[in-house]
């Protein structure tokens, strides 16, 4: 089926600015540059599941994975999930595959990332060389 010029449109816009976040985090490095801080660490002292993406996305833009890791374990592991799911995305628009049908759609993966990213707060701030592993 073809795309009509809305959908063509939108994908086109999304790709664009997916692009252009990839080209800014690789630009800018967040540790030296004034990137917004988290506001839970701010106010709470926690580390919320959040902390260090930021850091982490720069370094597997370089292609630094182990530092990625180092900065946060669950973004690093979920960066590959949402560039497939991206491309899912995509060829979902292109072909007109019903959302349902994808990947990104199941809901065990739903609560499953919901429980993975809760356990993940936890632990990573619990005392304790767990704790300061996973923290950033």
Same mark, same amino acid.
């Given at each position: 089926m =073809?795309?009509?010029?809305? +959908?063509?449109?939108?994908?086109a816009?999304?790709?664009? %600015?997916? /692009?252009? /976040?990839?080209?800014l985090?690789?630009?800018?490095? #967040?540790?030296?540059? !004034?990137?917004?801080?988290? !506001?839970?660490?701010?106010? +709470?002292?926690?580390? @919320?599941?959040? @902390?260090?993406?930021?850091?982490?996305?720069? %370094?597997? =833009?370089?292609?630094?994975?182990?530092?990625?890791?180092?900065?946060n374990?669950?973004?690093?592991?979920?960066?590959?999930?949402?560039?497939?799911?991206?491309?899912?995305?995509v060829?979902?628009?292109?072909t007109?595959?019903?959302?349902?049908?994808?990947?990104?759609?199941? #809901?065990?993966?739903?609560?499953?990332?919901?429980?993975?990213?809760?356990?993940?707060?936890?632990?990573?701030?619990? #005392?304790? !060389?767990?704790?300061?592993?996973?923290a950033?």
């Amino acid at each position: 089926m =073809l795309l009509t010029r809305r +959908t063509a449109g939108v994908t086109a816009f999304g790709l664009l %600015a997916g /692009l252009a /976040l990839a080209v800014l985090y690789f630009r800018l490095n #967040p540790a030296h540059y !004034p990137f917004p801080r988290c !506001p839970v660490h701010w106010l +709470t002292g926690l580390h @919320c599941p959040g @902390c260090g993406t930021q850091r982490a996305l720069h %370094a597997l =833009l370089h292609g630094h994975v182990v530092q990625a890791i180092g900065f946060n374990l669950l973004a690093a592991l979920a960066a590959p999930v949402v560039v497939f799911g991206l491309l899912e995305e995509v060829r979902g628009r292109l072909t007109s595959t019903p959302r349902r049908l994808t990947f990104l759609y199941r #809901p065990w993966l739903g609560w499953g990332t919901v429980g993975l990213v809760l356990l993940f707060t936890v632990l990573r701030n619990l #005392p304790g !060389p767990l704790g300061a592993w996973l923290a950033p």
